[in-house]
């Protein structure tokens, strides 16, 4: 089983231009989840979705962009990419709004230069 | 504000016992989680704590005390495999989770 697919996962971004990172998953989830990852620090939440057509910021929304058309993608736009934005981003989903347990996409790993 | 605090690196022997401690401070709480991470792959699942007490999952247990704020993962006969870091998460009152740095965990020979 597939799980959760993320893409790339690796790219280098000039400054100021904009970047789409893809995530599927194929064991319909209904809530998702994009996160970046530091050195140093926690995981911090940037955009989720409970269900298909619903979204929320996180803790780290600025600068990001998210949708859900269905239940399947959640893609993650980064309108105008600064250097800030350098990070890994995992996509994660669960299999319901209280349900503990995240699974999570290899990462994308991404370089703002 | 909330806050998750975890040792930042901790080293132990092949075939050792380690315990890694997670003390937090988040506004509720519903749930705790010990999640593995290998370098460079994505977190894992270990474990999920809501009630006082420990659980146990073969090598690996985890203990809560609610009271305390405080949680503790122990990884018994450990492995080289078992290098890893170990991220301690709260699930707050909003079921949202709050994360932890991480434990670097270096296991030597």
């Known amino acids: 089983t597939a799980g959760i697919t993320q893409a790339p996962t690796s790219q280098i971004l000039a400054a100021g231009r904009s970047m789409t990172l893809r995530c599927t998953q194929d064991?319909?989830?209904?809530?998702m989840y994009w996160y970046r990852q530091d050195l140093g620090l926690g995981l911090r939440l940037i955009h989720y979705s409970n269900t298909a057509g619903t979204t929320g910021k996180g803790e780290v929304p600025d600068g990001y962009s998210v949708s859900r058309a269905n239940t399947d993608d959640f893609p993650l736009t980064l309108a105008s990419a600064v250097p800030s934005q350098t990070s890994v981003y995992f996509c994660a989903s669960s299999g319901g709004e209280h349900t503990g347990e995240l699974f999570f996409g290899e990462g994308s790993r991404l370089t703002v230069l | 504000g909330q806050n998750i605090d975890q040792p930042t690196e901790m080293t132990a022997t092949e075939g050792a016992i380690v315990q890694i401690n997670c003390t937090y401070q988040?506004?509720?709480?519903?749930?705790l989680f010990w999640y593995q991470q290998h370098a460079g792959e994505a977190p894992t699942f270990l474990s999920y704590n809501v009630l006082d007490g420990l659980e146990e999952k073969g090598r690996f247990s985890s203990f809560l005390s609610r009271s305390k704020g405080y949680s503790y993962l122990l990884l018994k006969e450990l492995q080289m495999k078992d290098s890893a870091s170990y991220l301690c998460a709260v699930r707050d009152s909003n079921y949202q989770l709050i994360w932890g740095a991480g434990t670097k965990l270096i296991i030597k020979p």
């Open positions: 064991m319909r989830h209904n809530a």
């Open positions: 988040t506004s509720g709480f519903n749930g």
